[in-house]
């Protein structure tokens, strides 16, 4: 089933695609990367955009890709684009915890971690990567929930105690 964090406009340009979690389905406006969402889009539409985003997805579960690069447009307020701009800069392999963001933002731990829940770029805006306190796995809103976030973490080769 399709999850979004917003409504999608039909009209917008998506492609879905298998990965090692599941099929995913990525959607642009204007250009931008604005969702990535765990299913099966009914539309799809290959844009150049769309198919370097299934390029650069599919290079990351190859373990041939460690930092995206693609342009977002995640819909959103301006605090969770300032939390989702932190978590870009966690990179791969490591983790952040939502207290140590929260710091950083001078807000709360659970502010934060709304945020991630309402992330609609999963994968390139790496949510999985925060964790609760005394490196707890947390939560995670995509797929299989903590499963998922177990499975990408692993596939970095995070040293936490999955």
């Not at 579960?61 to 701009?85: C, E, I, M, N, Y």
Request: hydrophobic content about 40%; glycine content about 10%; charged content about 20%.
């Amino acid at each position: 089933m399709l999850w979004a964090v917003f409504p999608l406009d039909l009209a917008m340009p998506q492609l879905s695609f298998n990965t090692p979690l599941g099929p995913v389905t990525v959607s642009e406006d204007d250009d931008h990367v604005v969702s990535v969402d765990w299913g099966w889009a009914r539309d799809n539409d290959e844009t150049p955009l769309l198919r370097e985003a299934r390029a650069q997805i599919d290079a990351y579960f190859d373990k041939a890709l460690f930092s995206f690069d693609l342009p977002l447009a995640p819909p959103g307020t301006a605090f969770q684009q300032r939390v989702w701009h932190e978590i870009r800069r966690v990179g791969y392999g490591a983790t952040a915890s939502y207290g140590g963001i929260a710091h950083a933002l001078n807000t709360g731990p659970r502010a934060v971690g709304g945020a991630c829940g309402r992330n609609p770029i999963p994968l390139i805006i790496p949510c999985h990567r925060v964790l609760a306190s005394h490196g707890r796995i947390g939560g995670y809103s995509g797929l299989d929930g903590i499963d998922t976030k177990r499975s990408l973490l692993a596939l970095e080769g995070s040293r936490i105690s999955l």
